[in-house]
């Protein structure tokens, strides 16, 4: 089951977790997993969503306690209470979602809860210094005196950073920090990764983008179903061996493609733009259309535009400019609702944040949005809805015990699938999917591609956001790639590769754009 | 092996139970008031005392039920108090005094038409709530907490702070029959009691079988999912500010006919007694969640309690200790049954994966 780590120098190991295991109530998060952490070095940990990645980390730095198993920090077995028991023996962690305080000073944060006291009063001369030192260590440009508020994601992930580093971290944990940055900040991010890992600080990086591990990492450690599935030398390993250790064999499943044939136009977005609030175009004049019955995938690095141009197109942005028409007429409703209408729909990107109400019933989330089409007059008569509700749940083989408990008791693919059956009781023609996929496991991805594949040999028209390679080259009929704000590229199947792509992805990114593609395309 | 199993379905089925009667508590809590009160105050069970308490919930019930589908969608009406204040005054002076038309004439409404006249006042005050909310983008505590201010500081205005006295009004006007909608009965029963009915059913309709009343949910446990799904969400966020204005309107009418008397101060502090009412019948401050059912307990709860402590000759110091302690114990239980909510689906999770 284990490959073996790659016996080499020993001594540069600080970190060692031996056989641990976690239980969460009912769960296994994490199966008798064996881990090193090396020194000057990046640690990468990969796996599919809910391999256990993130409560593997969380061990390490103290959010939990392993039920079974040991950790040796520097040789000596340890207990951390809790994080700042950690913290006082040198490991640090930034989180996925980030933990600043929005409506203090970057030197305030950086300080919080150990700020600099004196005569009874905080020095923040002092710590405004210090923070100031360390932000030019770090090489960010960022005032101390800034609220964390004022300051772009990507630099507030660098605060966060820098918080951990403040602290004298030896052991440095990130767990995704790049999935919300924009590709300049992502190589400000991997120039602080390596002035620290010169610095002999061990960085333990969790991402789920395969390419940057392959740019960063050192040592790479894989997980599958919380077992460790594999542990090499980066280079050693090239990304077949890393999805093969990931879902246990070569492929995803992506199902095949059938062989209907489209229909004519369905949906049509002409000279789509949206400018930002920081001036320029969030979406840069982008026309594009799609045929019914095709699957159109939309691939781009993070901020290309391409999440801003399908809420363009479905109304969410009131500012926007550009004509959308379905089937061949022009859609002159301005808002969301109207839209739906009109056959539009919208898988958002952030289930929680934009695609469920947590609180209410599976049945509750499946109907919000067609509910008006349930009613007769002012009634929504209850035989009718529960056998629609019953209805999605079968088609979509949605996995609940009663369609009456809340939403958030569902797994994460489930719970996709529950949003994807809202946008379909819409009766819609035309879907706009944002990274469909994004947080289910791979069996509940493999359904949502299997669902994708039947909506369009419906003669639905989607159109799919993707930072995945494999994914759009494997389902797409039709590959539009972004940079920037701008399409860049418009590519049929038959001519579309892996090198194509990505270098359309990157133009106009200078030249780390530039580096990656080739390394991607060595 | 088959004693564990055992075991774990009783205590399954504990946790059912459990569930079930902190599901029920508030009805639990209200029959617990009734029968302590039966027995620990004389004549609190007479039908006399059973009206006349009725018709003090009622008053409650009505700003309570506007209140409950405004915290649904998470928001707040602070300025129900004074515009039941407001409504109350308008009132007396369209009996008293009518309009004057300034060129010699004064116009007189009859009295439906001023029942329509002052729903309208009292939509229209929850209209600008809703309007400062949505267009303005002040947040709901702020802007109901100026509105509180702004309708009390008129209903002050209308008579310069006197009282309108007297409201029967003159059979040569048009305007008699005020008095019917606060003491006037149908069936043994108080007129304004029917039209509570009336009015709860409507509400717990509109919550349960309306897109309009799961909108309202929507809108309160996720605004931007719920527009994103299409729903509009200003729109259904200016129908519950103006829904709740218009409970307040009947909340001023029903006092002043029941009392032939306007007075500006009617309604003060009415609006804290409506929020306690919904929180206390189960609705989340949070938002999302909420019955009308539950908020008609729980004014009954309060209302019950109140009127009880008063026949027992507690004073109304020790009133509002009890009071207060009641609504947060009725938070706290209620934490205690999401948390036991969320294990059991959770529980069932396990068992389907």
Known sequence: MTEAATPSDDSDIVLRLEGVTKVYSGTVAVKNADFVVRRGAVNVLVGENGAGKSTLVKMIAGVEGPTAGRILLDGEPVVFSDTADAMAHGIGMVFQELNLFGNLSVAENVFASREIVRHGRIDHAEQERQTEALMERLQTGVDPRAMVDDLMIGQQQLVEIAKAVARNARILIMDEPTSALSAPEVEILFRVIADLKAKGVAIVYISHRLEELMRIGDYITVLRDGRVTGAKRMAEVDLHWIVRQMIGSDAKDFSTPGDHTFGGEILRAEDVSLTRITGGYAVDHVSLSVRAGEIVGLYGLMGAGRSELLECVMGRHPTAKGRIFIAGRPVRERDVGGRIARGLALIPEDRQRDGLVSILSVAENLTMASLTKLAKGFHVPARAEAEQVKKEVRDLSIKVADPKLPVSSLSGGNQQKVVIGKALMTTPQVLLMDEPSRGIDIGAKADVFRIMRSLAAQGIGILFVTSDLDEVLALSDRIAVMSQGRLTALLDRSEATEAKIVAASSIGHGSAAARQHKELTA | ?353
Not at chain 2, 288 to 309: E, H, K, N, P, Y
Request: aromatic share 8%; net charge positive.
């Open chain 2, 1 to 353: 092996m088959s004693a564990a199993v055992d075991s774990r379905a009783a205590s399954s089925a504990r946790t059912s139970l459990t569930l079930n009667l902190l599901r029920l508590r508030t009805f639990i809590a209200l029959f617990a008031v009734v029968i302590y009160f039966s027995f620990a105050a004389p004549n609190f069970l007479t039908a006399a005392n059973i009206v006349l308490m009725s018709k003090h919930v009622a008053q409650n019930a009505f700003l309570a039920i506007g209140m409950t589908f405004v915290i649904v969608t998470g928001g707040i009406d602070l300025s129900v108090g004074s515009i039941v204040g407001l409504c109350a005054m308008v009132a007396g002076g369209l009996i008293l005094h009518g309009v004057d038309l300034h060129n010699g004439y004064t116009l007189f409404f009859s009295i439906p038409e001023i029942m329509v006249i002052i729903l309208v006042l009292g939509v229209l005050v929850g209209l600008i709530n809703g309007l400062l909310i949505t267009w303005l983008n002040v947040a709901p505590f702020i802007a109901t907490l100026g509105s509180l201010y702004v309708a009390r500081g008129a209903a002050l205005l209308v008579s310069d702070g006197a009282t309108f006295p007297n409201l029967e009004g003159s059979a040569a006007l048009g305007t008699t029959g005020y008095a019917f909608l606060g003491a006037g009965t149908i069936f043994y029963l108080p007129a304004s009691i029917w039209l509570l009915i009336l009015v709860a059913l409507a509400a717990a309709y509109l919550a349960r079988w309306t897109p309009l009343g799961r909108h309202i949910f929507a809108v309160g446990g996720n605004e931007r999912a719920a527009a994103l799904s299409g729903i509009r969400v200003n729109r259904v966020k200016l129908f519950v500010y103006m829904f709740s204005g218009a409970c307040a309107a009947i909340v001023g009418l029903i006092i002043s006919s029941e009392l032939l008397a306007a007075h500006p101060a009617t309604g003060t502090t009415f609006e804290l007694n409506a929020i306690a009412a919904a929180v206390l019948g189960g609705t989340s401050m949070s938002g999302g969640r909420g019955t009308i059912g539950g908020t008609i307990i729980g004014a009954f709860v309060i209302g019950i309690l109140s009127d009880g402590l008063v026949m027992m000759g507690v004073s109304s110091f020790w009133q509002m200790v009890i009071k207060g302690v009641v609504i947060i114990a009725a938070v706290v239980v209620d934490q205690a049954q999401r948390k036991l909510q969320q294990r059991v689906a959770l529980q069932q999770m396990a068992q389907l994966a």
